[in-house]
């Protein structure tokens, strides 16, 4: 059988004539009448392509219908087409015969030297928008030229930017360059002008070089020239070398200004360039002061409901999304969204991508219920667009599986990533990386449902799909070592749960940076492995590594720092350094609070260390004060008692014997009034965690009354104490 790369060259081919045929007969159908369309187009296309009807060929047919433009055409003749072995050669023959333009772009459409026909449908689709301004941009040339011998080069060129034959289209120019060049040395204006046309070219189809080796010659004869000087930046940023990126852009926006003033598109576009490579360039508020300069403009300029200045809103809400920002991020997705949906309609796929975005900072917010929303309208837009069995549309699916994974509704969940891996396998094949991450996920769906030995099942699929098709070096391989490793942390398997994070730990630092995010998160897993161990010193300089990464890639104020604070504060508590595990709680509530609001459930959670953390030190009331402003305050007293003395018996065990004691002592504090069953049954049970932890320091004068006391209440209330009394008399001898 033929390759996926064979089958998507010659579905370029097909697609065409597909398309031809479908309105040649639609032609015929005005004139004569007739409505047996299908028919004939089946006929003429299997002629055309000596295929016969005896084999499926839904494998590609899918691929064609991601096409958005072609979808209509080619759901008239949807599954007409059989391929057969003769119809596989034909493809080899188109094979050989494609352009250098497809085949750039195919490799552009690899992730680690693997084929993804996803990517190579949506990269095909940027560069035929791309094509189409390249096309308007010669046309108005030619239109404007009186020059009968450049306009009918200009002709030619554009035919050939209609067949993406990117080697005639760069011959034809250059041939006439060099005539120019020898007739009339002094039309330099004319020459930049084809060269900045052919680094447009290069530059879409990813041939970098020689892109900034044709507008250097643009800027030779026009070295003032915005539109060349922005080409160059945009060259460079697209090569990743945002620094050089910057020098090209900032120079432009200074002629800009200057030239035109400073309340001009242009300035505002200048602007934006610069803003998005402080984006990438993690330098967030830098990114922001430019990106609102350009809405500034393009909102006075343009007025307020046209689409660039919905693209700026867009682009400003992704920044504060990745500083953590999300009240900020939702106010201007919110702004974005209400422009596209007037502007292009409620069904448009720019409408539903806006829809996604924001369902995805209600998820990061912790509101599952607005994030579901939005999701499914998003979801609803794109499988009438796309149908049910569209890779999109399986995207949605397993976001929506994840948003009912947080919301702890398993069974929800697995339903919708289920759905997607059935897409998945259906439309990219059983080892498509896809596939890996629906595995990847309903594992760690099992791994909340601490069902670990699924969990492990499920994502050690992932790791196999993701080291055959990815390599053993990939950060998807990482991540899956990753989560492999948590399993082992929570089966308490702490050798193997090192052997896992260390690796994700090499991959991440050699394919990422050692300063990259989840370079972070594997030193925080590591000591998270250590402090599980009771190793708390080692723990504590990983869970610092981690710290001092993320304050460096994501700013002080995002929640991952946060949740470092937390870590730490967890770490020092469980070594009794109260004051210390204070000062790191306290630190996390405070950037939560910024970034989350006050109603949010790590808000919670950080009451509650803080809380717990008075308490284990001896200060029952500033404790009580804390957690009272969560959950606790709205339990009866037996629940809070008893949701106290797990706590203890967690710090008993983890040694720390002082601080079980005051726990034990406040819980009993609290249910001292209560004189029912339930409660008096735990009485018996703080009585004797209270003898255990002063028997366990040595301290057996202590001990024995607590004892004593557990026992003459127990058979009081007639509770079964023998292990009360055994654990009396083994005390006593000590």
Known sequence: MKTNLSILFFILSFC????????????????????????VIQGNIIKEYDLNKDRDYQKFISYLLGIPQMAKDLKSIERLIKNTNQGLNKIDRIFNETNQLVIGLIDKSKESGVFDPTKFLKEFGKLTVENSKLKEEVEI???????????????????????????????ILEEYKLKRKAKIAKEKKEIAQLSYLQA?????NYLFSRALMQIEESLTHEPGNTYYLAEKGLIYYKRGEYDEALVYYQRTLGIREKVLGKEHPDVASSFNNIGLVYKDKAEYDKALEYLKKSLEIREKVLGKEHLDVACSYSMIGLVYSEKGAFDKTLEYYRKASVIEEKRLGKEHRDVADSYKNIGLVYKDKGEYNKALEYLQKALIIREKLLGKEHPDVA?????????????REYNQALDYLRKALIIREKVLGKEHPDAATSYNNIGLVYEDKREYDKALDYLEKALRIRENVLGQENPDAADSYNNIGLIYLYKAEYGRALEYHQRALIIREKALGINHPNVATSYKNIGLVYKDKGEYDTAIIYQKKALMIREKSLGKEHIDVANSYNNLGLIYNAKSDYDKALEYYQKALITREKILGKDHQDIANSYNNIGFAYIAKGEKEKGEQFLNRTWFAKKNDYERAEMITKAGIKTFKSHQYL????????????????????????????????????????????????????????????????????????????
């Not at 035919?159 to 289209?169: I, P, V």
């Not at 995207?395 to 919301?407: A, C, P, Q, T």
């Open 659 to 734: 601080a079980a004691i005051n726990y034990y002592e406040f819980a009993l504090e609290v249910i001292r009034n209560s004189k029912n069953f339930q409660t008096i049954k735990l009485q018996v049970n703080l009585y004797q965690n209270l003898a255990e932890a002063h028997c366990y320091q040595g301290f057996k004068d202590k001990a024995l009354p607590f004892f004593k006391k557990a026992i003459a209440l127990g058979k009081e209330a007639g509770i079964d104490i023998s292990g009360v009394i055994s654990n009396y008399e083994e005390c006593n001898k000590k």
């Open 395 to 407: 995207s949605y699916y397993n976001i929506i599986g994840l948003i009912y994974k947080d919301k």
């Open 200 to 204: 447009r070219n290069n530059r879409i």
């Open 16 to 39: 065409a004539r597909a398309q031809s045929l479908v309105k040649e007969q639609k032609a015929d159908i005005r004139v004569t009448g007739n409505n047996n369309v299908i028919k």
């Open 141 to 171: 040339l030619r239109k404007q030229t009186t020059d009968t011998e450049l306009s009918e080069v200009l002709l030619k060129a554009n035919r050939a930017l209609d067949k993406f034959d990117n080697e005639t289209y760069q011959y």
